[in-house]
């Protein structure tokens, strides 16, 4: 049997399943990537709650596998060389997972920084703007009579869905017939904007008819159904 004692943070979670990959996380936008990941793929995973309550993630234990303080985070005892590996960042996560399984990422070369370059799209734009204008809009920030900080951001909200929507004009998915790792990444905020951060209005979200129509293909799909739920909150 697969052996994870000699990492820290499985003293906090024990790993009933060692030879599973071990999911850290919470089902926020970031999070929910990579169990809607997993559950794509049919790898065989674990999942740990992560929970803010309790501020688990400043834990001396979660912070042996992330140093940032981030959910999500995984351990697969079955890494390259058959070593376990220890992943933090949902990007280089869902990279990693792509590579592992062979799935939803294009095989050719082009087609795989094509890819990448959205992923980085919505880890650099789209995750950060989202939650920015979340935080003025339902947060602690809705309570600022200066409205210039939401106004700005939900400015670039607007942008950024744009460029989105544009993108899915005339395809299906981010890279077209292919349901990828890009998707996978993006329309979890996209779903939180609209919905958790109650923010559609607010970013006019009926002038983007491509990006509603690709988002409800997505929440469409069983796997997506099932890895938004997971971990479930305790």
């Known amino acids: 049997m697969t052996d994870l004692s000699s990492f820290h943070i499985t003293k906090k979670w024990p790993a009933r399943h ?3 990959i071990q999911l850290y996380s919470l089902p926020t936008p970031n999070g929910v990537k990579i169990s809607i990941m997993l ?7 674990e999942p740990h709650l992560v929970s803010f309550e309790s501020n688990d993630q400043t ?3 979660f912070l042996s596998l992330n140093p940032n303080n981030k959910i999500p985070a995984i351990l697969d005892p079955d890494g390259p060389g058959g070593k376990p590996l220890p992943l933090f960042e949902s990007g280089a996560i869902l990279i990693y997972l792509a590579d592992k399984s062979g799935r939803f990422m294009p095989q050719d070369a082009a087609g795989r920084y094509e890819t990448i370059q959205w992923l980085m799209f919505q880890m650099g734009g789209i995750g950060p703007m989202f939650g920015q204008l979340g935080f003025f809009n339902k947060f602690a920030g809705k ?4 409205k210039r900080p939401r106004d700005r ?4 909200s607007k942008r950024l869905l744009a460029v989105l929507n544009q993108r899915l004009a005339e395809r299906s998915w981010i ?8 998707d996978i990444a993006t329309f979890p905020w996209v779903r939180n904007l609209i919905g958790f951060y109650e923010a559609g209005d607010l970013v006019g ?8 129509r690709a988002l409800a293909a997505f929440v469409a799909r069983p796997a997506v159904a099932k890895g938004l739920t997971i971990p479930q909150r305790g």
């Open 59 to 61: 834990s001396p234990e």
């Open 205 to 212: 979200i009926a002038d983007f008819p491509h990006v509603t």
């Open 39 to 45: 559950e794509e793929t049919g790898l065989p995973y």
């Open 153 to 156: 951001y939900v400015a670039e």
């Open 175 to 182: 890279m077209g017939d292919e349901y990828t790792i890009a």
């Open 18 to 20: 060692p030879e599973r």
């Open 143 to 146: 309570d600022y009579e200066d």
